[in-house]
């Protein structure tokens, strides 16, 4: 059974005037997820910042958000590390915090060759006893790609790693997964202006930055979907790509604090070395979530 159908929100944290994590507003973030039919929170990925957490930070914002989802939604914990014992560690504890599953992204600098990401997904995965997303996303990882047939023989090997958030921008590699995967693979769209391609070819759903200043909406593109009104669903998603174009137009999660910010929700600021967004591309931000009327 798939950890969650549908649109999950890649959460932000949001951080205080001196950089300290916000748990007043993180609260309010996700009850403004779950009353707007967020289908899952993913925690601590990468537009949650989690690469400049602590790890007593890390830990703790996974087991503040499983307390105060309560239950209402899936909780998938981001811990993954290019190294391999870190995972582990981060991976045992967000178990220990009560996370529904775990997302693990290809470990970055190393470079590791196929069977260095099989060994390290699998030991992970043997070290906890909770479901696992791979998280496949070359342009953030020196350009490693966890290939079609890894993906399968992890999945195959590994009872618990159930799936993987692609983010490759490669479709042609997307396909021949799904057609290597007969069915064993829970994939997910890790880019927003791709989800109902993604659907098309049997993708359980969307690991969404949109859904951060939109639940409902990209909610509403799956569940369409599902529902089999796929016409409303591609008006949906194309209704979506002038936004979903201004929150990438720097490198997340840049856009979409501002974005957050923009709507009073928040955010507050960004961890070094990410700085504020340039008044240009903030400017067109603002235009494209007026256009979209969330403004």
């Known amino acids: 059974m798939s950890i969650f159908k549908g649109a999950g929100v890649a959460i932000v944290t949001p951080m205080k005037p001196d950089g300290a994590v916000n748990y007043e507003v993180f609260a309010k973030l ?11 929170i993913i925690v601590c990925g990468t537009t949650g910042e989690a690469s ?10 996974i087991r503040f958000c499983v307390q105060q989802v309560a239950k209402r939604v899936p909780v998938i914990a981001g811990t993954g590390s290019n190294c391999t014992e870190t995972a582990i560690y981060l991976s045992k504890e967000a178990q ?22 099989k060994e390290h997904f699998k030991m992970i995965a043997q070290a906890v006893d909770i479901p696992i997303i791979l998280y496949n996303i070359p342009g953030r990882t020196g350009g490693v790609n966890i290939l079609p047939e890894t993906i399968v023989s992890l999945c195959e090997e590994e009872a618990n790693i159930v799936g993987v958030k ?11 997964l799904m057609a290597l995967a007969k069915g064993k693979v829970d994939v997910y769209s890790g880019n927003d202006n791709q989800i109902v391609p993604f659907l098309s070819l049997g993708a359980k759903g969307v690991i969404s930055v949109l ?10 593109i799956c569940a369409k979907y599902f529902e089999g009104n796929v016409e409303e669903s591609a008006r949906l998603q194309l209704e979506a790509i002038e936004l979903i174009s201004a929150l990438f137009s720097e490198v997340n999660p840049i856009p979409v604090k501002k974005a957050l910010n923009l709507m009073g929700l928040e955010a507050g600021t960004l961890r070094r070395p990410l700085t504020e967004m340039e008044d240009t591309t903030a400017a067109k931000l603002e235009q494209a979530m007026k256009n979209y009327g969330i403004l």
Not at 52 to 61: A, F, G, Q, S, V
């Open 52 to 61: 400049t957490l602590t790890h007593e930070e890390h830990i703790e914002c």
């Open 166 to 176: 692609d983010a490759t921008d490669n479709f042609i590699q997307y396909a021949k």
């Open 211 to 220: 859904s951060n200043i939109a639940p409902q909406q990209t909610h509403d």
């Open 30 to 40: 996700i009850e403004f997820q779950i009353s707007n039919n967020t289908d899952a």
């Open 96 to 117: 220990k915090a009560g996370a529904d599953g775990l997302l693990l992204v290809t470990p970055y600098y190393n470079k590791a060759t196929q069977k260095g990401l």
